[in-house]
């Protein structure tokens, strides 16, 4: 056992911790912006500041994107549509009861 190393496996990747990234954040006023960093000039419009669980999340990104008939994606606690759909999504998340707060990035 003298000559014996420990060895850290890779094997199972990036571990994340499931209770920080579903711990929704924010004040319930729904931040729109659009944003276009590191993103090679691609634009999307981000939403933050939801305080709902993730399942309704993605039911609710569900619909904006099918509203907006955009792509998109939800990322800890955030939800992300491509292209600059700021009006329209601010007009039917008023529509849904949601406070809204439009940035100019």
Do not use: W
């Amino acid at each position: 056992m003298k000559n014996s190393r420990l060895v850290y496996s890779t094997e199972r990747g990036r571990i994340r911790d499931r209770k920080l990234s579903n711990k929704p954040e924010g004040d319930g006023t729904i931040l729109i912006r659009h944003d276009k960093k590191g993103r090679r000039g691609k634009g999307v419009t981000v939403l933050s500041g939801f305080i709902i669980s993730r399942d309704q999340l993605k039911k609710l990104a569900k619909t904006l994107k099918q509203r907006c008939s955009s792509g998109g994606t939800v990322k800890d606690c955030v939800i992300e549509i491509q292209g600059d759909h700021a009006k329209i999504l601010e007009r039917n998340l008023l529509e849904l009861g949601y406070k809204t707060k439009s940035s100019k990035t």
